[in-house]
């Protein structure tokens, strides 16, 4: 015997979920590659909910990508017209079905199989097919066309046990008149996961898309609330698990690289003068891991290392900050190292590398298991110092690239240009073939042009002349031969090796975003770029608007230009001060 309540009780968990989220993206996957980040977008913005449509052939393979990758996401299958789709959807890994209209036949199997099943009603002859059944929630689908919130007003009145899910011509615009009804369950919806939106790849946009439909939703629902903040119970109502659901999934950064043993001689002190040196720890991507860290991301060092005490040592110097050191291998003979010596007025500073057979630059592809690397990853970094280590480590990232896209990651490269790792013509051949996986390119004044043969034209980085003009064209040139999501520029005007001028600029493909230009002397500008990417991350990570992003970027690194090592020591409130505009230096008490 069906009852209304024994159902309700088998569905409860579900359209508890349902209700607190408020709305439920309708997702037409044309490629399943997409799936994930698309997800992931999804819960970024505070929607952890996706009804993918078997409108395509790819639904069942989608589905079962975003359940491995985002299983926290609540997961159904929707335009389901058969019950081979039900047992398709289900197997994947769908927990709920979605169908257009009320098919009998998709109906019972469901519940034969104690499947959650939100059936398509458009009139009461539906609606009592369903009571009939000890359904309790239907989609009222086409809603608009049918007449929209008044229409489902009308016909909730003499079903006052049915919730309903509209679905069809719902959009920013209307959603809010739908969700202040009590009898709306939650609202299918697509404008935020449009078919366009997806092609081009702008998970940008489903975050914010997704974020004004959980505010207008709550707004809808919670008109008295002054400002907008939610209080007690209500909290719950509006899917506060979203924080839950972005820890897990959303925060968790990989970088790859090397870690060298960094020999400095005291202050300013030359190399052939030297009778000390100081032994500390860095590598570009080992500082970008620092960086995230300190500012609470969850991340991720990936590296090989000696198993002596050296290689321990280094291990150490990244615990100590909260960095994950679990994916690193071991095995080698030496730890890499790097000479410096600090330059002051007109003499600059010098680097000497000894990092030749350094473990890391023989390690070979079955140090790297990349699937179980990037296990719960939203985000991979790397930096071209590690391409141009040796033909190993160069095999390594495009390993890790190509998996990393696999797993819908987003992937950022600071180009990083060294002259003597590598050619300019052996960097453009290697980088060229990298480039295509890269979704946020990060360069410096030289990079471009060293590696791409593309130069910012009216600039000059011996004068330290900058002409920003140059530099959107190259962030253009750059954009159309790869195809990157946002390109990112420091830019550095050189009055001496201990005063700079530091600035940034980042293009998003549409908008030119330039931070304030900071006046900084400098104490160690090794890193700075590290810390300036992880700056980047950080506020992609936490959606700043692109005003925001760069001018947290770029203070992050004008700090780390005053902070001794490779690491920045920085906290988030620091930053945060600063780009608001507090550069004053006085003492804090």
């Not at 300036?532 to 970027?553: M, R, T, V």
Request: charged content about 25%; glycine content about 8%.
């Amino acid at each position: 015997m069906h009852t209304c309540v024994m159902i309700y009780l088998n569905m409860n968990h579900i359209v508890e979920e349902l209700e607190k989220i408020g709305i439920v993206p309708v997702v037409k996957i044309d490629d399943a590659e997409k799936a994930v980040p698309v997800a992931r977008a999804l819960a970024a913005g505070g929607i952890p909910c996706a009804e993918i449509t078997f409108r395509t052939s790819c639904a069942a393979e989608s589905i079962k990508r975003i359940k491995r990758e985002v299983p926290k996401i609540l997961l159904g299958a929707g335009t389901v017209l058969t019950i081979d789709q039900v047992d398709q959807a289900v197997s994947a890994g769908a927990e709920f079905i979605v169908t257009p209209g009320f098919n009998p036949k998709v109906v019972d199997h469901c519940l034969s199989k104690g499947i959650t099943i939100i059936p398509g009603c458009s009139n009461p002859s539906d609606i009592e097919m369903a009571l009939e059944r000890g359904l309790c929630v239907v989609k009222f689908f086409p809603a608009e066309q049918s007449g929209g919130i008044e229409y489902v007003k009308a016909v909730s009145a003499p079903y006052p046990q049915i919730r309903f899910m509209p679905t069809g011509g719902i959009n920013a615009g209307n959603i809010g008149a739908y969700s202040a009804f009590k009898k709306v369950l939650a609202c299918g919806g697509s404008w935020m996961v449009s078919p366009d939106i997806i092609k081009r790849g702008d998970y940008d946009a489903i975050t914010a898309l997704s974020k004004e439909a959980v505010q207008k939703i709550f707004a809808a629902r919670f008109p008295h609330e002054e400002n907008n903040i939610l209080h007690g119970e209500e909290k719950k109502s509006l899917h506060v698990i979203e924080d839950a659901v972005c820890n897990n999934t959303v925060k968790r950064v990989i970088t790859f690289g090397e870690i060298m043993l960094r020999l400095a001689p005291e202050g300013y002190t030359r190399f052939v003068q030297a009778e000390k040196y100081e032994a500390t720890f860095g590598g570009s991507e080992a500082n970008t891991a620092v960086s995230l860290a300190n500012f609470g991301i969850d991340v991720s060092f990936v590296t090989r290392l000696p198993q002596h005490e050296i290689g321990q040592a280094a291990v150490n110097s990244l615990r100590r900050f909260g960095v994950d050191t679990s994916h690193i291998a071991r095995g080698g003979g030496r730890v890499g190292m790097y000479f410096l010596e600090k330059g002051a007025a007109q003499r600059p500073s010098k680097v000497i590398y000894d990092r030749v057979y350094s473990s890391i630059a023989e390690s070979s592809s079955s140090d790297f298991d990349w699937n179980s690397i990037f296990e719960g990853t939203q985000w991979f970094h790397f930096s071209g110092i590690t391409p141009a280590l040796g033909k190993n480590t160069a095999a390594a990232c495009m390993e890790a690239c190509k998996a990393a896209k696999q797993k819908g990651l987003t992937v950022s490269c600071d180009l990083n240009y060294r002259k003597n790792l590598w050619s300019k013509e052996e960097a453009g051949k290697v980088m060229s073939a990298l480039m295509p996986y890269i979704d946020v390119c990060i360069a410096n004044e030289e990079d471009a042009a060293n590696v791409f043969g593309i130069h910012a034209g009216g600039t000059n980085v011996d004068t330290g002349k900058i002409n920003h003009d140059g530099y959107k064209d190259a962030a253009k040139k750059l954009k159309d031969r790869f195809g990157f999501k946002k390109i990112a520029f420091t830019l550095r005007e050189s009055i001496s090796a201990n005063d700079n001028n530091w600035s940034a600029m980042l293009y998003d493909g549409n908008d030119f975003y330039f931070s304030r230009k900071y006046a900084v002397h400098i104490v160690d500008r090794v890193g700075a770029g590290d810390s300036f990417a992880a700056g980047l991350i950080y506020a992609d990570l936490k959606h700043l608007p692109p005003q925001e992003s760069i001018n947290f970027a770029a203070a992050a690194s004008c700090l780390k230009h005053s902070i001794e090592g490779d690491f920045n020591h920085a906290s988030v409130d620091e930053v945060k001060k600063l780009a608001e505009g507090n550069e004053s230096g006085r003492v804090l008490r």
